[in-house]
């Protein structure tokens, strides 16, 4: 068992040559031993994947073998449609090399000529959703829900860290997997999929509630309980992964609409104390300019919103939710009492963000 636990560790660094290079030295030959080696991972999957200790063991040693953990033991079992991606999608593959992949892939050995397509299907979808994923980003849109192409993301996202919690069995085991990937994407792309992935778990949930109303019967409850249970656990982590640090929340917040993060501060009550303290030391840092008529900002730091981005978030929060609302106007309220409770213009920031929102 050592062997082949020392084998498996051998997986990542098997992928990381097949997207390097290297490969550029390539033959059929060099070609089919990596396929082999793929093959045989797959093998370990199939062989060991009914037997817990014995799988456990063998994710917990691909785990350590590897900076961010990004693959666990269902890698195994992917492992030929992995290796085939990262090589096709490697420019500098030799033509010889590269006829050789597209054989096999096209007819994998011991196959005969019935055999069933759906190994290639499954690559060609996987390549095509790297193609998605690997367009550029349009500027997010003001409506809460997400743009189809960032819900596909947050759904690949979401689908995988279900797979490492079955794998992992652990939060922290989650949360460092959760953290290798987001930390790989530029920030914009991260903040996207991250806010689309809690908007679709919130509206997982009320579907769910939906239909568990329409059911009857004790295994509906149950059922809607556990998935809440694992829904619940991925919005944690997302939203651990978020606030875990205030200048990621920071960047998060500026990055996207105030409808959008009102939407979100509606439904996670961690989201929306955080937010509306952010929201605060940004309003504290502005200044009343008598000669224009008017809040400026204080500085010219880029974090500090300025008069009229400051109102419209407020008022957005205004619009939410009657709970999201009355937390707000309890927070302004609480704000204009500590500035001195003032009840005319040009004294308080908060006196005025009260009247523009109508309170």
């Known amino acids: 068992m050592d062997v082949v636990q020392r084998q498996v560790e051998q997986l ?16 059929p030959l060099t070609l089919d031993r990596a396929l082999e080696w793929a093959r045989y991972f797959q093998h370990l ?27 666990g033991f269902p890698a195994l079992g992917r492992c030929p449609q992995l290796l085939g991606l990262a090589l096709l999608e490697n420019r500098v593959l030799p033509p010889a090399a590269c006829c050789c992949l597209l054989r096999s892939l096209l007819h994998p050995p011991g196959a005969g000529t019935g055999s069933d397509p759906r190994g290639l299907e499954l690559l060609a979808r996987r390549k095509a959703a790297a193609c998605l994923l690997a367009l550029p980003h349009r500027p997010p849109r003001r409506a809460p829900g997400p743009e189809p192409q960032l819900q596909a993301e947050a759904q690949l996202l979401l689908s995988r860290l279900r797979e490492e919690g079955q794998e992992v069995g652990e939060a922290a085991g989650q949360l460092r997997w959760l953290w290798g990937i987001l930390e790989q994407l530029p920030q914009p792309c991260a903040f996207g999929v991250v806010a689309a992935a809690l908007a679709l778990l919130k509206q997982g949930r009320d579907a769910e509630q939906a239909g568990d109303r329409d059911r009857s019967g004790s295994s509906g409850q149950d059922g809607y309980q556990a998935s809440a249970a694992g829904d619940g656990c991925a919005a944690g982590l997302l939203l651990a992964w978020l606030l875990g640090s205030q200048e990621r929340f920071s960047a998060f917040c500026l ?16 989201l929306s104390r955080s937010y509306l303290d952010l929201l605060t030391s940004w309003g504290s840092h502005l200044l009343y300019d008598p000669l224009q008529g008017q809040w400026v900002k204080s500085g010219l730091d880029k974090a500090e919103l300025s008069w009229e981005e400051l109102r419209e978030r407020f008022s957005c929060l205004c619009q939410g939710s ?12 609480l704000l204009r009492t500590q500035d001195g409770d003032f009840k005319v213009r040009g004294l308080s920031v908060w006196t005025d963000l009260l009247m523009e929102v109508g309170y």
């Open 255 to 270: 990055c996207l609409p105030s409808s959008h993060l009102a939407f979100l501060a509606g439904h996670y009550s961690q």
């Open 45 to 71: 999957y199939d062989r060991f994947r009914a037997r817990p200790q014995l799988r456990e063991a063998l994710g917990r040693r691909l785990r350590r073998s590897q900076p961010y953990h990004l693959l």
């Open 322 to 333: 009657t709970l999201l609302k009355e937390q707000t106007q309890a927070a302004l309220e």
């Open 12 to 27: 990542p660094a098997l992928l990381a040559v097949s997207r390097s290079a290297l490969v550029r030295d390539w033959d």
